[in-house]
């Protein structure tokens, strides 16, 4: 038999063919580290196949065993050279000759290391570092004695000056943990360590940690500073600060080693973004920017000395400031900006693990000052990274449950407020101020000041004002901020604030706004609201919930599809969270119980996620009722909610509607059927798995009303049934409202409605409506459509049969 694949398959086959040959030579990736084994799960599902053609071509032609046994040995020898070669120097055996004899028959150090020093193939020089970062993470002893043996972490200052951008990233991450993992890093890195030094006790660890973090100060970091007519070395430098911050903590907690580097490294990264920055600190609110005229570099070291030197901070000032001219930095004024995201990333790192260092420094003021330029702060990076580092700076300042400096604060919170009101402050820039503001109130202290003190108000009034902004961004902006405040597990200091300044009246005034989008934003931030008891508590106590239910019946015929589902969805939030359905049936107008209202908006509407959420609705309603039929309180309930309603209450001599009726005053059940044959899918799913569960909770209440109807098919109730699995009635509202089962009234028919509906939802295939929901279901009808190249063309052999025309079977 001979295979013939069309051209989709020679493809297919082409490229299955160039992924088994490369195999032994792909590079790992870094972000996915499965790439090998998703390219193999490949390969295993043309096997599965059992197409003996395609069997024959990958044995024959291609050699797939053979690809496969040379990737698999050459995997298992590197690792086992790596972790069984002696880790002991002075105890050289004939196993430690023999793994050094395999080294150089393979060249593994000479190829990695020709990889690295590829000038020409970016990727080949990742690849390295990336084989390197698998040794390190890997955190063994075998793995630094691999390290220090091949000496291919030696030229780690030249990769650090790499172009790429990819290469340096990766040559800092494999320094991260040299500098976390090795005893030794000195020895890693190339310096001169003696061999008996390396493998001393914890005190010999403790001083190689400490001589490490002198050698990258006073020798890397200096180096590159020195070079000031470089603000790539600038960077440079900076970043290998931020890498040094983790190691140092571990080590101080570890060993209590590198203490003294603490504000050797704090202050220095304060100077570097001192000197870029554009304006001065005199320019400021002197309660904030006191004592950062000068930064002074603390350490005895020679990095320290350089420096604090007179006239070096004006000089690299005036360097960062000259206009760049090749390169990346000819895009004007990128590269600055990068080292100061690099600076402010590492004084965050610092914030976290070194409170009370920072506490003590001036890092609030140098980081105001940033906020202050424009110029940096043009950038969005520079703005979001200022703002994202200032609440963890600012909690240093708490001690004990006390602010040490409350006039610090009080000076932090004018310069925030008058970025508020700032004209040109967008809506970007807004909500990333209101994400720093929302850090704030994670603190207690810090918390408590803004909800209660007098700078609290004026927050409030500054972000009332930009609820009158000309952009419908900016007011949308303010109006999630509020909302996001009631979260479930949000700040207790955030919900004060907003209640005790009424900022839920101002969210109920924007659900008038012109702009579509927030009055649906203000919509969403009532139903988060509802949803905590806090909020919810808020409403009540102003009488929110009666008012809110009110605008509804006009929101919901938005001409805006989200403004809709907005609706739907805090109706359903009052309907099931707060079990308020009757607010809705007094104050919505009679809209919320018109069935034909009902039926528009679920079977009609133009959108398929506000039909999806109507029917979402209709199943809280449902929960609804009968959770308010079970409580005895039920008629003490509706007579307080019904009492200024025009309906005739009987309690004293019969028992009250029972509040399922509202389900079936709406038509849910004959709307819920009909949703099954929706033309969306997800809708139907969404009716579909209703239905189920309103057929669940009969069958546990079946005993009630079983006794009124027979279930074996026969009667109206089956008929009825029947009926409603035909296609859905053509014509308007009135005509589908004459011609649909509504359920007739238990005294003229003696039957409970759930008996109908009950006979109505036994009567549904659920089979066949779980096979129109599935996706798979779907996907193989699509497949199962015949092709035109399928297509078998007949003539017919009779005279005059269809005049010989061809016929198509």
């Known amino acids: 038999m001979t295979h013939v694949p069309s051209a989709t398959s020679e493809k297919t086959l082409d490229e299955l063919r160039r992924v088994v040959v490369n195999l032994p030579t792909m590079p790992k990736n870094i972000v996915d580290d499965t790439r090998h084994e998703k390219v193999l799960s490949y390969v295993s599902a043309f096997i599965a196949q059992a197409d003996p053609a395609l069997m024959d071509t990958m044995l024959g032609e291609w050699a797939i065993f053979d690809i496969l046994q040379v990737l698999e040995a050459a995997c298992q020898f590197l690792v086992a050279i790596i972790e069984n070669r002696s880790i002991d120097p002075l105890h050289h055996t004939a196993h430690d000759t023999l793994m050094d004899t395999l080294l150089e028959s393979i060249s593994l150090y000479k190829l990695i290391h020709t990889m690295m020093t590829d000038q020409d193939s970016e ?20 793995g630094t004695a691999f390290m220090q043996h091949s000496q291919l972490f030696f030229t780690y200052m030249d990769l650090l000056m790499d172009d790429s951008r990819l290469v340096r990233s990766r040559t800092l991450d494999v320094l991260s943990l040299v500098l976390e993992s090795t005893a030794n890093p000195l020895s890693v890195l190339g310096k001169d360590i003696t061999p008996s030094d390396a493998m001393d006790a914890d005190m010999t660890d403790d001083q190689s940690q400490v001589d490490c973090f002198n050698h990258l100060l006073d020798s890397n970091v200096l180096s590159l500073i020195a070079l000031t007519d470089s603000l790539k070395a600038f960077h440079v430098a900076t970043t290998i600060l931020d890498t040094m911050v983790k190691p140092l903590y571990q080590s101080s907690e570890m060993h209590g080693a590198g203490t003294q580097f603490k504000n050797t490294i704090l202050s220095t990264v304060l100077w570097i973004i001192q000197a870029l920055q554009e304006s001065s600190a005199g320019d400021h609110d002197p309660n904030v920017f006191r004592h950062t005229e000068k930064i002074v570099v603390q350490g005895d070291g020679k990095l320290a000395k350089q420096l604090n030197q007179a006239g070096f901070q004006e000089l690299v000032k005036t360097q960062s400031r000259a206009k760049p001219k090749r390169g990346a930095a000819s895009r004007g004024g990128t590269l600055p900006k990068t080292i100061v995201l690099s600076a402010l990333k590492a004084l965050q790192t610092l914030s976290m693990l070194f409170p009370q260092e920072v506490e003590k420094s001036t890092a609030i003021g140098v980081v105001l000052s940033i906020l202050s330029d424009t110029k940096l702060c043009s950038d969005q990076r520079v703005f979001k990274a200022c703002l994202t580092t200032l609440p963890a700076v600012l909690k240093t300042k708490v001690h004990n449950g006390l602010l040490l400096d409350e006039q610090l604060f009080a000076g932090t919170m004018k310069t925030i407020l008058g970025l508020i009101k700032r004209p040109a402050s967008g809506s970007t820039s807004l909500r990333l101020i209101l994400t720093a503001i929302q850090e704030f109130f994670t603190d207690k202290i810090l918390g408590g000041i803004l909800a209660r003190e007098k700078v609290g108000q004026e927050l409030a009034n500054a972000l009332g004002m930009k609820l009158y902004d000309m952009e419908w961004d900016v007011r949308d902006n303010v109006v999630e901020f509020i909302g996001n405040l009631f979260v479930a597990g949000g700040p207790d200091h955030g919900v004060e604030w907003a209640l ?17 989008y927030v009055r649906a934003a203000s919509i969403h931030a009532f139903e988060i609201i509802m949803r905590d008891h806090r909020g919810w508590n808020g409403m009540h ?53 018109d069935a034909k209202f009902m039926s528009r908006l679920t079977l009609d509407d133009s959108d ?68 099954s044959r929706d033309s969306s899918r997800l809708v139907r799913l969404a009716s579909v798995e209703t239905l189920k569960m309103i057929k669940a909770s009969l069958d546990q209440r079946q005993d009630s009303f079983t006794h009124s109807v027979a ?23 009135a005509d589908r409202e004459e011609s649909s089962s509504t359920p007739p009234d238990s005294n003229t028919t003696g039957q409970h409605p ?21 996706v798979e279901q779907l996907y193989e009808e699509v497949l199962n459509v015949e092709r035109p190249e399928d297509v078998v063309m007949t003539e017919s052999e009779k005279a005059n049969d269809g005049n010989n025309i061809l016929d198509c079977y």
């Open 608 to 675: 398929w996620e506000v039909r999806i959420r109507a029917c979402e609705f209709i199943a809280a309603v449902w929960d609804h009722c009968l959770a308010l039929d079970e409580k005895a309180d039920y008629r003490v309930r509706a007579a307080k909610r019904l009492k200024d309603s025009d309906r005739d209450h009987q309690e004293d001599t019969a028992p009250p509607r029972p509040s399922t009726w509202w389900f079936y005053d709406i038509k849910g059940d004959e709307i819920l059927v009909e949703a």
């Open 711 to 733: 279930l074996n098919g026969a009667g109206a109730a089956y008929d009825e049934a029947e009926d409603r699995q035909r296609k859905r009635p053509i014509g308007d509202g």
């Open 754 to 774: 759930h008996a109908q509906f009950y006979a109505v939802i036994c009567g549904l295939n659920f089979e066949r409506l779980d096979a129109t929901t599935s």
């Open 500 to 516: 005790r300044n009424d900022q839920l009246e101002v969210i109920f005034q924007k659900l008038s706004d012109e702009e579509a």
């Open 541 to 593: 106590e102003k009488n929110l919930e009666e008012r809110l239910s009110a605008q509804l019946p006009s929101l919901i015929r938005d001409s805006e599809a989200f403004v809709r589902r907005a609706v739907l969805e805090a109706m359903i939030c009052l309907v099931s969270e707060r079990e308020s359905g009757v607010i809705l049936m007094v104050n919505g107008t009679d809209l919320f119980v």
């Open 123 to 142: 990727r080949n020089r990742v690849a390295g570092l990336e084989f390197l970062w698998m040794v390190c993470s890997a955190k063994s002893d075998r």
